[in-house]
């Protein structure tokens, strides 16, 4: 028998795809993130950037790197690494360092382990600021020279991410004074950005792209080395000290989480899971003309999304709906008012993303103003309902109702490209995204044979959404005193529901179709957007119950959580983005959906997977997704190698889980609030809940387990306020 070898004798060149994320190579050494408002830093696990073969670090600002690289060297050597933390608040990193054995003609001339290098990294408002405290912890003195090696790239965050151009603007580096150096840019769309680096002290020799120390120190004697790194700051400005900074940027934390409810339980371990979670949100949290908004994630998407933004309020409706009120008005300021092909934009709909770098203003990738999605318009409607009725803000509802009015419009007419009455998707251009739904890859909606659907595309969550938004805004509009019209939004969501159910049922699978395709061809595939079907409410409870029972079947449920994609399809792959893998956030809205139709008992099994799989996570962090791999014993989950972390919607999911699972409701007219079949999760003997407010009131809730009952009880109660628990069929 002859067996000839399947690899082709030359590598085989892929098409390119558009916003791919590739990976360059693999990580050697752990990333650490910060962000405030528009900056982020990406780094090492030694605080240096730029080290590391393909990492995506660096210091960003408004969609730009504005530090390439970062290097920190004793006598040319790197540093020892001791350990390397992120605080509990993400306030700061705090990274601590020795040397290594210094030999001089084979010789040790300098011990490892006698120089205690502390760097403290922190940013606020458009500054990296670093210390380093070096400390002799030897009985003798010691003389060594520390360089800090820095250069700049100026690259737009979609180069970073991989895309090629033609041509790029030109760039200057010089020093301008005995501790400054400035890294300047002129970019094709006419914008100046600059880069200023301030030494204190001032270096022993200070060039354009290296700072050098020559550094002697007494026995146990130390002393500090202060850099801060300005992203377009007026040169006349100095960036002010360095613990007034930290102390500024402390406070303002602090303040981003006032207000919101806290969550303690009885498991430390979820304890921590929690407090990372509302962490990395507030870190998330930017301040923006119209409120508050959580940036989607570090690094490619630290700019205002949709979609993101929608869910991860939505997820946390119940403990802070000061979130969604920032998202609302924010999204209802860039609705869009025009058609635009290159945008993807149409009269009434909500915006996908907006960029601000280089690439966006000159029209290199689409994003400046970017509307290609088809599930942000609905969820707008949906969370401005749920807002109303969360909070009973009448005031920021009548302020909404126009923006909520055109969303509504373009559901009905440009939404439904060809009148078929469901909302599709498909791109006006080549240049924008193929699929417009949170699963937007280019292979993620797909025919049971694996051919990619082709548009428009009608996906079976968005007529959910659809489904969802039309009966809360119905019941908004009668708070207006629209009474015709909510009955009109009624009667189409019912309407809505019935052709849904003949449409994407599909008996022999047990859950509903995927999407319909343009030529109405359903995508008979199992996959998790049936569970968000279950969030929307639009499932018969007879078809809910067989899509819960897949859901928690060996096709989906990895063991972590339930997968995209369910094992056994032709385009399964554990390892993909969208096709095979477990999302938090996706999890998060299929357990809401579980709740709804009173499915606990799958609640507390999903909440468990989650769980196990953040105890193995760094900094107990639930990243953007991880893979799809079966559980096994003694093992933790597979990571995605470029998933960020961290995620807004996927911080939120442990808020969305506690809420499906204590079964939460609100009555602002009435202040009450209703625990509806609670039950707890078997790692969970207790839940306290604090300043859970509802009606201008607040109070504090202890929820305990007892088997599979549970019991209610209120600690502290401020104004008038009511809490009960109800059971029911």
Same mark, same amino acid.
């Given at each position: 028998?002859? #067996?000839?070898?399947?690899?082709?004798?030359?590598?085989?060149? !892929?098409?390119?795809?558009?916003? @791919?994320?590739? =990976?360059?190579?693999?990580?050697?050494?752990?990333?650490?993130?910060?962000?405030?408002?528009?900056?982020?830093?990406?780094?090492?696990?030694?605080?240096?950037?730029?080290?590391?073969?393909?990492?995506?670090?660096?210091?960003?600002?408004?969609?730009?790197?504005?530090?390439?690289?970062?290097?920190?060297?004793?006598?040319?050597?790197?540093?020892?690494?001791?350990?390397?933390?992120?605080?509990?608040?993400?306030?700061?990193?705090?990274?601590?360092?020795?040397?290594?054995?210094?030999?001089?003609?084979?010789?040790?001339?300098?011990?490892?382990?006698?120089?205690?290098?502390?760097?403290?990294?922190?940013?606020?408002?458009?500054?990296?600021?670093?210390?380093?405290?070096?400390?002799?912890?030897?009985?003798?003195?010691?003389?060594?020279?520390?360089?800090?090696?820095?250069?700049?790239?100026?690259?737009?965050?979609?180069?970073? $991410?991989? #895309?090629?151009?033609? $041509?790029?603007?030109?760039?200057?580096?010089?020093?301008?004074?005995?501790?400054?150096?400035?890294?300047?840019?002129?970019?094709?769309?006419?914008?100046?950005?600059?880069?200023?680096?301030?030494?204190?002290?001032?270096?022993?020799?200070?060039?354009?792209?290296?700072?050098?120390?020559?550094?002697?120190?007494?026995?146990?004697?130390?002393?500090?080395?202060?850099?801060?790194?300005?992203?377009?700051?007026?040169?006349?400005?100095?960036?002010?000290?360095?613990?007034?900074? !930290?102390?500024?940027?402390?406070?303002?934390?602090? /303040?981003?989480?006032?207000?919101?409810?806290?969550?303690?339980?009885?498991?430390?371990?979820?304890?921590?899971?929690?407090?990372?979670?509302?962490?990395?949100?507030?870190?998330?949290?930017?301040?923006?003309?119209?409120?508050?908004?959580? @940036?989607?994630? #570090?690094?490619?998407?630290?700019?205002?999304?949709?979609?993101?933004?929608?869910?991860?309020?939505?997820?946390?409706?119940?403990?802070?709906?000061?979130?969604?009120?920032?998202? !609302?008005?924010?999204?209802?300021?860039?609705?869009?008012?025009?058609?635009?092909?290159?945008?993807?934009?149409?009269?009434?709909?909500?915006?996908?993303?907006? $960029?601000?770098?280089?690439?966006?203003?000159?029209?290199?990738?689409?994003?400046?103003?970017?509307?290609?999605?088809?599930?942000?318009?609905?969820?707008?409607?949906?969370?401005?309902?749920?807002?109303?009725?969360?909070?009973?803000?009448?005031?920021?509802?009548?302020?909404?109702? &126009?923006?909520?009015?055109?969303?509504?419009?373009?559901?009905?007419?440009?939404?439904?490209?060809?009148?078929?009455?469901?909302?599709?998707?498909?791109?006006?251009?080549?240049?924008?995204?193929?699929?417009?739904?949170?699963?937007?890859?280019?292979?993620?909606?797909?025919?049971?044979?694996?051919?990619?659907?082709?548009?428009?595309?009608?996906?079976?969550?968005?007529?959910?959404?659809?489904?969802?938004?039309?009966? =809360?805004?119905?019941?908004?509009?009668?708070?207006?005193?629209?009474?015709?019209?909510?009955?009109?939004?009624?009667?189409?969501?019912?309407?809505?529901?019935?052709?849904?159910?003949?449409?994407?049922?599909?008996?022999? !699978?047990?859950?509903?179709?995927?999407?319909?395709?343009?030529?109405?061809? &359903?995508?008979?595939?199992?996959?998790?957007?049936?569970?968000? *079907?279950?969030?929307?409410?639009?499932?018969?409870?007879?078809?809910?119950?067989?899509?819960?029972?897949?859901?928690?079947?060996?096709?989906?449920?990895?063991?972590?959580? #339930?997968? /995209?994609?369910?094992?056994?399809?032709?385009?399964?792959?554990?390892?993909? @983005?969208?096709?095979?893998?477990?999302?938090?956030?996706?999890?998060?809205?299929?357990?809401?959906?579980?709740?709804?139709?009173?499915?606990?008992?799958?609640?507390?099994?999903?909440?468990?997977?989650?769980?196990?799989?953040?105890?193995?996570?760094?900094?107990?962090?639930?990243?953007?997704?991880?893979?799809?791999?079966?559980?096994?014993?003694? $093992?933790? &989950?597979?990571?995605?190698?470029?998933?960020?972390?961290?995620?807004?919607?996927?911080?939120?999911?442990?808020?969305?889980?506690?809420?499906?699972?204590?079964?939460?409701?609100?009555?602002?007219?009435?202040?009450?609030?209703?625990?509806?079949?609670?039950?707890?999760?078997?790692?969970?003997?207790?839940?306290?809940?604090?300043?859970?407010? =509802?009606?201008?009131?607040?109070?504090?809730?202890?929820?305990?387990?007892?088997?599979?009952? *549970?019991?209610?009880?209120?600690?502290?109660?401020?104004?008038?306020?009511?809490?009960?628990?109800?059971?029911?069929?």
């Amino acid at each position: 028998m002859t #067996i000839e070898s399947s690899l082709p004798t030359e590598p085989r060149r !892929l098409d390119p795809v558009p916003f @791919y994320i590739p =990976v360059m190579g693999t990580v050697s050494r752990p990333s650490r993130t910060l962000k405030y408002g528009d900056t982020f830093i990406v780094t090492d696990s030694h605080g240096d950037i730029g080290i590391s073969v393909g990492d995506p670090d660096g210091l960003f600002h408004s969609d730009t790197r504005f530090i390439s690289r970062l290097e920190l060297l004793l006598n040319g050597e790197h540093p020892l690494l001791l350990g390397s933390n992120v605080r509990d608040d993400n306030s700061m990193l705090a990274v601590d360092l020795t040397n290594p054995d210094f030999y001089v003609d084979g010789q040790i001339v300098l011990q490892k382990d006698l120089i205690h290098v502390a760097r403290a990294i922190f940013l606020w408002r458009g500054t990296a600021y670093q210390r380093i405290a070096l400390r002799n912890h030897s009985d003798r003195s010691i003389a060594f020279d520390l360089s800090l090696n820095f250069q700049n790239d100026f690259a737009d965050l979609f180069e970073v $991410r991989g #895309i090629k151009r033609e $041509r790029r603007g030109t760039s200057a580096s010089k020093v301008i004074a005995a501790d400054q150096v400035l890294l300047s840019y002129h970019g094709l769309d006419g914008v100046p950005r600059r880069t200023r680096l301030i030494f204190d002290p001032a270096p022993t020799t200070l060039s354009s792209a290296s700072a050098s120390y020559r550094i002697e120190l007494d026995p146990h004697e130390a002393m500090p080395i202060f850099l801060a790194i300005a992203c377009n700051e007026p040169s006349v400005q100095r960036p002010v000290p360095f613990l007034r900074g !930290l102390l500024a940027a402390h406070r303002e934390l602090r /303040t981003t989480s006032r207000g919101m409810t806290t969550v303690e339980t009885s498991n430390d371990l979820f304890n921590e899971v929690l407090c990372r979670s509302a962490a990395d949100l507030c870190m998330l949290m930017t301040d923006t003309p119209q409120g508050r908004y959580p @940036y989607a994630g #570090i690094p490619w998407y630290s700019t205002t999304f949709g979609r993101d933004g929608l869910i991860t309020a939505l997820q946390m409706l119940w403990c802070d709906p000061n979130i969604a009120r920032g998202v !609302l008005r924010r999204l209802a300021a860039f609705q869009s008012k025009i058609s635009d092909a290159a945008s993807d934009a149409e009269p009434g709909k909500i915006l996908h993303e907006m $960029r601000s770098g280089e690439m966006a203003a000159l029209g290199e990738v689409p994003f400046g103003l970017y509307y290609g999605s088809v599930d942000s318009t609905p969820l707008f409607v949906l969370l401005a309902g749920l807002y109303a009725e969360r909070t009973g803000d009448d005031e920021t509802l009548i302020e909404l109702w &126009p923006a909520i009015e055109a969303a509504l419009h373009w559901i009905d007419h440009s939404g439904d490209i060809d009148r078929d009455g469901f909302v599709e998707y498909y791109r006006q251009t080549e240049n924008g995204l193929a699929n417009q739904g949170w699963k937007d890859s280019y292979d993620a909606i797909f025919h049971a044979d694996g051919r990619c659907a082709e548009g428009p595309i009608a996906l079976a969550e968005v007529q959910g959404y659809v489904f969802a938004a039309k009966q =809360v805004a119905a019941r908004c509009a009668r708070r207006l005193k629209r009474a015709e019209f909510a009955n009109k939004l009624d009667a189409e969501a019912r309407r809505l529901a019935e052709r849904f159910d003949a449409a994407f049922w599909w008996p022999e !699978l047990e859950t509903y179709a995927l999407a319909l395709d343009g030529a109405k061809e &359903p995508c008979r595939v199992r996959t998790s957007n049936a569970g968000q *079907v279950l969030f929307s409410g639009i499932a018969r409870p007879e078809r809910a119950g067989l899509v819960a029972d897949g859901l928690l079947g060996p096709r989906f449920f990895s063991g972590w959580g #339930i997968r /995209t994609v369910a094992r056994g399809e032709v385009r399964y792959n554990p390892m993909s @983005y969208h096709n095979g893998s477990v999302w938090p956030h996706d999890n998060a809205l299929i357990v809401l959906g579980l709740a709804r139709y009173g499915f606990k008992r799958p609640v507390a099994q999903v909440m468990q997977g989650l769980f196990d799989a953040a105890t193995y996570m760094d900094l107990r962090r639930l990243p953007e997704l991880f893979c799809g791999f079966q559980r096994e014993r003694r $093992r933790g &989950p597979t990571l995605y190698p470029v998933a960020c972390a961290p995620q807004a919607w996927a911080s939120a999911a442990p808020f969305a889980l506690i809420e499906a699972t204590l079964g939460l409701e609100f009555q602002p007219q009435t202040n009450e609030i209703h625990l509806r079949n609670p039950r707890l999760p078997k790692f969970l003997e207790e839940v306290i809940l604090r300043n859970l407010q =509802v009606g201008g009131s607040s109070i504090d809730l202890k929820v305990r387990r007892h088997a599979d009952d *549970v019991s209610l009880e209120v600690l502290e109660a401020r104004g008038k306020i009511q809490a009960s628990v109800i059971l029911s069929a």
